[in-house]
């Protein structure tokens, strides 16, 4: 079995900083894209930020100067950096991955728990 396991979340201020971090485990083979979604109640999913196995990155318009997606492929975990924070950032933050797992033949999406990041005004 896999499990992504996040961690990082919390309370703070408007303009201060806060970094997630979503570490893989179990039978894995290999990892694929891995990324960060975040849900407000009420509102769609948003992807936030992705990165695949060769390093390339993408965000969304709402965030792209404010979060650093990264990953450390030996450790099996990927990283969220979010700076200048906003009101508006306050969600649930999902980490979602693609993953072979050993014995297996297909890529298998997989998502973390969620973790509550708060932003006071």
């Known amino acids: 079995q896999v499990q992504l396991v996040e961690s990082g979340g919390g309370l703070v201020q408007a303009g201060g900083s806060l970094r997630l971090s979503c570490a893989a485990s179990?039978?894995?083979?290999?990892?694929?894209?891995m990324a960060w979604y975040r849900r407000v109640p009420g509102k769609e999913r948003e992807l936030v930020a992705s990165?695949?196995?060769?390093?390339?990155?993408t965000y969304a318009d709402s965030v792209k100067g404010r979060f650093t997606i990264s990953r450390d492929n030996a450790k099996n975990t990927v990283y969220l950096q979010m700076i200048s924070l906003k009101p508006e950032d306050t969600a649930v933050y999902f980490c979602?991955?693609?993953?072979?797992?050993?014995?297996?033949?297909?890529?298998?999406?997989?998502w973390g728990q969620g973790t509550q990041v708060t932003v006071s005004s």
């Open positions: 979602n991955a693609q993953i072979l797992r050993s014995g297996t033949y297909f890529p298998v999406r997989y």
């Open positions: 179990g039978s894995i083979l290999s990892i694929y894209d």
């Open positions: 990165i695949i196995s060769g390093g390339s990155t």
